[in-house]
């Protein structure tokens, strides 16, 4: 089977501890086998590199980039690529390693969409995954690229209102491969779509619950709605502040959702802030969210780490 996910980089919670005995036991063995052999691994992972497959550029095309076409990584560029590898914490590093066939980046800068991950049957019965990232995301901040993906929710209404995310000095490169890493994760473990940790926040895997539908966060872009003025801007970030969600993004699925817990959990512990704010056309900031701070969101990031520490200890996980 074949399966392509092209990513448009476009309050109750589930009655679980946060990390107890037998997930921190977990993420402390994988974290000791990171230490042993982390610079295996990575160099496994640095040999995956190549070409993106026929289909992937195909996808790239059909999504509106007629040009698409394979890159190739200059010396300061497979630098960037190592450092984003080598960021991943050490579960992603293992199932990357058993689970990752081809990492490729492609230059397609009209496409819809960042980043495209393939999955098909290995000759194992196991999947296996290709994850095509976008060439120019590599000379991007990761402030500069989340400002630009979440320009995308709006229309320009006159009102002189703005919207900038900051993420410090952190490169794009390595929040997108932490994300796109955490689907293949999700999808070996079946994490999502079989454990579904957070299912008092989703009736399904592409529909939230209440209040969530209905609200401001239910109608972007990111849940198939239309650009909203950016005179509303203010009131959706006031949602999205007063939410479990760590980001807008988060919403659009529960694949999604624990993609986006599982990278900003991470980047979090690099030291790695996220700010959103809407200024008004003096420049003065009137909204102010800072997600990662939030009691509700870091309540989650443990459930998270917890959920995905316990299926990768499963033993009748695919090897």
Not at 103 to 113: E, H, M, R, V
Not at 142 to 161: A, P, Q
Request: hydrophobic share 45%.
């Amino acid at each position: 089977m074949l399966t392509l996910l092209l990513t448009a980089m476009v309050p109750a919670l589930i009655g679980m501890a946060g990390c107890d005995r037998a997930a921190a036991q977990v993420q402390a063995n994988l974290t000791q086998r990171a230490a042993d052999v982390g610079g295996g691994t990575a160099s496994a992972l640095r040999a995956r590199i190549a070409p993106p497959h026929d289909e992937t550029v195909a996808a790239y095309r059909q999504s509106g980039a007629v040009n698409a076409s394979a890159h190739q990584l200059t010396d300061r560029e497979w630098t960037l690529v190592e450092r984003a590898i080598a960021d991943l914490p050490p579960l992603h590093r293992d199932v990357l390693e058993r689970r990752l066939a081809r990492l490729s980046f492609i230059d397609a800068p009209s496409s819809a969409g960042t980043a495209l991950t393939r999955a098909y049957d290995g000759p194992d019965g196991g999947p296996l995954f290709d994850i095509t990232l976008r060439a120019d995301v590599l000379d991007k901040s990761l402030s500069e690229f989340l400002t630009e993906k979440e320009s995308m929710l709006f229309t320009d209404d006159g009102s002189g209102y703005s919207v900038r995310l900051s993420a410090g000095r952190a490169p794009a490169l390595t929040y997108l491969l932490l994300h796109e890493a955490t689907h293949v994760v999700d999808r070996t473990l079946g994490v999502s779509t079989d454990v579904r940790p957070f299912s008092a926040l989703w009736v399904d895997y592409r529909d939230l619950a209440a209040p969530y539908a209905t609200g401001p966060m239910g109608v972007t872009t990111y849940r198939r709605g239309r650009p909203i003025p950016l005179a509303e801007s203010p009131e959706l970030y006031k949602a999205l502040g007063a939410s479990p969600f760590v980001s807008l993004y988060a919403t659009a699925s529960a694949g999604e959702d624990l993609a986006e817990l599982a990278a900003w959990s991470h980047l979090g512990r690099l030291h790695i802030p996220l700010t959103v704010e809407v200024r008004d056309a003096t420049g003065r900031a009137i909204v102010t969210v800072e997600p990662l701070r939030s009691p509700a969101v870091q309540a989650r990031f443990a459930v998270a780490d917890a959920v995905l520490a316990r299926a990768a200890a499963k033993p009748s996980q695919t090897p």
